[in-house]
């Protein structure tokens, strides 16, 4: 099965005035092309900076990313822009969206800034919103939406222009027990039927379900843990 992403030996230390504060130490770590893999772990323990590295956010020190083939480690800034543009969707804990556009502007900008035709993009826009539930409120803006509904709007806009990966970064973390199950399944769902690989850092316990490989991160390295198998 083909290899998405690899990850090399990568360390990330940062300077805290005059102390050195290691994020990541040593980790190495591959995913296979559409799988959901969980990135557990403490607040702290590196999930973050290991997402932000893999997409081309942050620079490890040390170490190298592959993502697709290239060498993000490698890559000027102006190519990891179109590598995050093109091949990479980020799924923040926050959300995101634009306050001022409704569901269907915020997934159609994303589409835009891709340079997809007006045509194509209304037909995307409406298939990812449909994708993942929310046909009823395409129109309705981030306000009127619940936390919920808000994460599947920044969800449909990751998948919108097609990514190889989607990057998710503590998802479920501002969301009830029972809604952030829904989103569970619904990036279960997305990884079967789109094919997507997907990569979610959490401390969620609940997501041990629906990935098919759970990885243990502390203190910045990888613990040797049990695969799930979905």
Same mark, same amino acid.
């Given at each position: ?16 005035? @005059?102390?050195?504060?290691? +994020? ?11 799988? $959901?893999?969980?990135? %557990? ?9 290991? $997402? ?9 020190? =040390? ?12 890559? =000027? ?7 995050? %543009? ?11 969206? $634009?306050?001022?556009?409704? @569901?269907?502007?915020?997934? !159609? ?5 891709? =340079? ?5 993009? %209304? ?22 939406? =619940? ?10 806009? +990751? ?15 501002? $969301? ?6 829904? /989103?569970?399944?619904?990036? %279960?769902? /997305? ?9 979610? @850092? ?6 041990? @379900?629906?990935? !098919? ?5 502390? !203190?910045?390295?990888? /613990? ?7």
């Amino acid at each position: 099965m083909e290899t998405i992403i690899q990850v090399e030996n990568v360390s990330r230390v940062y300077h805290v005035g @005059a102390r050195k504060v290691p +994020a990541l130490q040593d980790v190495s770590l591959a995913m296979a092309a559409g799988k $959901l893999v969980a990135l %557990r772990g403490r607040s702290g323990s590196g999930k973050t900076t290991l $997402l932000n590295c893999i997409g081309g956010l942050d620079q490890p020190n =040390s170490g190298r990313i592959w993502v697709g083939g290239e060498e993000v480690t490698k890559l =000027s800034e102006p190519r990891r822009v179109q590598l995050r %543009r093109r091949q990479i969707g980020f799924v923040f804990q926050s959300h995101a969206l $634009l306050p001022t556009y409704s @569901a269907r502007e915020n997934v !159609d900008l994303m589409l835009r800034l891709a =340079s997809v035709p007006r045509q194509e993009r %209304r037909a995307r826009t409406e298939e990812v919103l449909q994708l993942v539930g929310l046909s009823k409120w395409m129109d309705h803006r981030p306000y009127e939406l =619940s936390g919920g509904q808000q994460q599947r709007v920044a969800i449909a806009r +990751a998948i919108a222009t097609r990514p190889t990966i989607i990057l998710a970064d503590e998802p479920t973390g501002e $969301l009830d027990t029972a809604t952030g199950q829904q /989103i569970l399944q619904l990036f %279960r769902h /997305i990884a079967d039927v789109e094919g997507t690989t997907i990569l979610i @850092a959490t401390h969620d316990l609940a997501v041990d @379900a629906f990935a !098919d490989e759970v990885v243990h991160l502390q !203190d910045g390295r990888v /613990i040797p843990s049990l695969a799930s198998a979905h």
